[in-house]
């Protein structure tokens, strides 16, 4: 999926939270999209799969604006994407196996034989394999997440959007994210976005950084480049990270 956002405009009650972001993402890319808290990292993932309608701008999908959609169109856009968000949103009362089928099972409807198989496969791909029986409980905050990872891949999607998928977690079991997250980009070949605040993880595995500065995107470039970029922003970023990640 080739997704390109032009002169996105968001405010909450007066207050302009996106002001004329642009941004392109070319198909099968992997980006990451950085920026301090409260830049509206969140609000910009929204308005790519419509939970979030733009004051002006235009998001193209393969070259088709959704924001004039209506809800039941955007529903079928909707498909075509997975999204992580902030908390993996295990259910407790379902074992491993029945919360990564959810999807495929209760709103799809498919037989439960290819549940059981497609379940298998993709706890496989996030190296969770065999645990289907196993409470969500018992799993660490990295396994979580990567049962998170599994769910949305069991429907068939050609974007994946990742709402800080490393946070909280130590800097071992991030790296084991985030190498979970490269390879199911490389392996499903899906257009993915991995917001961030993480050092390590923009180096482990962005093709392309984009940095949202006061609700626009500021810096466009390679990891090699934001390292080399001598813009004041990005610096800052860079140093503050830097600085966090020594403590
Ligand atoms: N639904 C909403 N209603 C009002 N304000 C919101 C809403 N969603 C986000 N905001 C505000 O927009 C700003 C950006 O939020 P967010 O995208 O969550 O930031 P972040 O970059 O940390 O993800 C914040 O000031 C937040 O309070
Ligand atoms: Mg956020």
């Known amino acids: 999926m080739h997704l390109k956002i032009e002169g996105l405009t968001k405010s909450f009650d007066g207050k302009e939270v996106l002001r004329g972001v642009d941004l392109e993402v070319p198909a099968g890319q992997l980006c990451v999209i950085v920026g301090a808290s409260g830049t509206g990292k969140s609000v910009l993932l929204k308005h790519l799969v419509g939970l979030l309608k733009p004051d002006a701008g235009r998001i193209l999908v393969d070259d088709k604006d959704i924001v004039p959609l209506s809800e039941n169109q955007l529903m079928e856009v909707r498909r075509r994407f997975g ?16 919360n990564v089928g959810l999807v495929l099972e209760e709103i799809h409807g498919r037989p439960a034989e290819e549940v059981r198989r497609v379940v298998a496969e993709k706890l496989a791909m996030v190296g969770l394999e065999g645990r289907e029986d196993q409470s969500p409980s018992t799993l660490s905050g990295g396994q979580r997440k990567r049962a998170a990872i599994a769910r949305a891949l069991t429907t068939d999607m050609d974007c994946l959007l990742y709402d800080e998928p490393t946070a909280g977690l130590d800097p071992i079991i991030a790296s084991t994210v985030d190498e979970v997250i490269r390879d199911v980009n490389r392996r499903t070949g899906a257009t993915t976005i991995v917001v961030t605040h ?16 006061e609700g626009r995107c500021i810096f466009s470039g390679t990891p090699e480049e934001m390292r080399a970029s001598t813009n004041e922003r990005v610096r800052e970023f860079l140093a ?8």
């Open 83 to 98: 999204m992580i968000f902030q908390s993996a949103g295990l259910l407790q009362s379902l074992t491993l196996g029945q």
């Open 198 to 213: 993480d050092l390590a993880s923009i180096f482990a595995v962005a093709e392309m950084v984009h940095m949202l500065h």
């Open 240 to 247: 503050r990270e830097i600085a966090l990640a020594g403590k």
